[in-house]
């Protein structure tokens, strides 16, 4: 026997055969590494995780059990394909155990595919299905409120997406109304209560804003409850918005291609539907603060101006302001007699200066002065001895009276 298998009597006067945990755990790992050096498995790819080491982690299942199975980054990088969730394979490998989980699993060394799997060919029969029917229609899909009053849960009432929801809401202080439907969310009766509960709600709680429908992750099988035609067809038919928040890293389930939002964890969603309400909520109740504040401060304002006005000597003394008009009048009546006279004043010595410029170039004042104009017999000025001869007949125009005369003779003027 082995030293990692040697038993010890020394604590027990029974003669019982006393092991430890990890005797017994090194022990399973022999028996089945010796069982189990080379065999080939059938099944379907589950759970499948490819990590930044290059290591895939997976699991192998068919109908009725699973077994855990890792390919190291040096095998797996000589697939021929990429390893998907669902996929039907055959895998070739042995069979050994990891003592510090105790659990068992398959160490790959070699993958063929064999055919896609029974429930990822159902999943994809029905998503083509309600594709053609116009269940994932972007158009079809519902918006989501902008306030949140009254919030609906379909979900496990032991499950941690519960307690995440409420969680979320409690951090948030999201002051909302929250219904739960408590449901199973995997297996058969899953299929049958989550659309039951979709449907009781709709028709005995409309006024609920918004339904949060999911369960946390867990394998594609735990998950199925999500990818069937009941629970799809419920969530299309549901009147009050729905968010699909089952719990997954990667893949999508039916539920999530029918609701009008989806969310990859249950606590996200609240997140996404509450945030956004929660702050809008407090926007409002800022905005009717200052409002508030506002309205005080203007009806404030408008107070002490009818206190102004009240106190004003045209509500107090009107008479006094008759007064000051009437004694304004005559100051301005005053002042307009005065600039009137002043007015005509300047005008008239204006008009005396323009008069006297007037008469100093006139022609009258001209012939004061010992000057006198000739006319011809026609009447016309004569401004040259030429346009006259001797015996014509002239007038002299002086100051004061007209001579008549007649010409003895002319003497033409010299050009110098």
């Known amino acids: 026997m082995s030293e990692d298998l040697e038993f010890d009597f020394s604590n027990d006067n029974s003669g019982r055969l006393i092991y430890t945990v990890t005797q017994i755990s090194n022990g399973i790992k022999l028996i089945l590494e010796d069982s189990y050096p080379a065999v080939w498995i059938q099944g379907e790819i589950s759970?499948?995780?490819?990590?930044?080491?290059?290591?895939?982690?997976?699991?192998?299942?068919?109908?009725?059990?699973?077994?855990?199975?890792?390919?190291?980054?040096?095998?797996?990088?000589?697939?021929?394909f990429v390893p998907e969730n669902g996929m039907k394979v055959l895998v070739y490998g042995r069979v050994s155990s990891y003592p510090k989980r105790g659990d068992?699993?398959?160490?790959?060394?070699?993958?063929?595919?064999?055919?896609?799997?029974?429930?990822?060919?159902?999943?994809?029969?029905?998503?083509k299905k309600l594709e053609a029917e116009g269940l994932f229609d972007g158009n079809a899909k519902k918006p989501m409120p902008y306030v949140v009053n009254r919030m609906g849960i379909v979900t496990s009432q032991d499950g941690a997406a519960l307690r995440d929801i409420l969680k979320v809401a409690e951090n948030l202080n999201a002051n909302i109304e929250i219904l739960i439907y408590p449901v199973r969310v995997q297996g058969k009766e899953a299929e049958k209560e989550i659309p039951k509960a979709i449907e009781y709600l709709n028709s005995h709680h409309k006024n609920l804003s918004v339904l949060l429908v999911g369960r946390g992750g867990g394998s594609i099988e735990d998950l199925w409850a999500f990818n069937t035609e009941s629970v799809a067809r419920a969530i299309f038919a549901s009147e009050i918005p729905v968010v699909s928040c089952v719990g997954h890293e990667v893949d999508f389930t039916i539920a999530d291609f029918v609701a009008d939002m989806v969310s990859p964890t249950p606590s996200a969603a609240a997140e996404m539907v509450l945030r956004?309400?929660?702050?809008?909520?407090?926007?409002?109740?800022?905005?009717?603060?200052?409002?508030?504040?506002?309205?005080?401060?203007?009806?404030?304002?408008?107070?002490?101006?009818?206190?102004?006005?009240?106190?004003?000597?045209?509500l107090t003394k009107p008479h006094l302001i008759y007064e000051d008009k009437i004694s304004y009048l005559d100051g301005l009546d005053n002042r307009l007699l005065v600039n009137i006279r002043r007015a005509f004043e300047l005008k008239s010595e204006k008009v005396k200066n323009i008069s006297h410029k007037l008469d100093i170039v006139s022609p009258l004042s001209v012939l004061k002065r010992g000057f006198s104009v000739c006319f011809d017999s026609g009447n016309k000025i004569i401004k040259d001895s030429k346009n006259v001869s001797a015996g014509d007949d002239i007038s002299i125009k002086l100051a004061s009276g007209t001579l008549n005369a007649e010409v003895k003779s002319c003497e033409k003027a010299v050009e110098f």
């Open 47 to 80: 759970n499948f995780k490819l990590y930044n080491s290059g290591h895939m982690y997976f699991s192998i299942k068919d109908a009725n059990a699973q077994i855990k199975a890792v390919i190291f980054q040096n095998i797996g990088i000589n697939l021929s």
């Open 276 to 314: 956004s309400g929660n702050g809008i909520k407090k926007r409002i109740e800022f905005l009717s603060e200052s409002l508030i504040e506002a309205m005080n401060f203007t009806l404030s304002d408008c107070g002490a101006k009818l206190d102004r006005l009240a106190s004003s000597r045209a």
């Open 104 to 127: 068992y699993q398959m160490v790959v060394n070699r993958m063929e595919l064999y055919g896609k799997g029974k429930l990822y060919e159902a999943y994809e029969q029905l998503k």
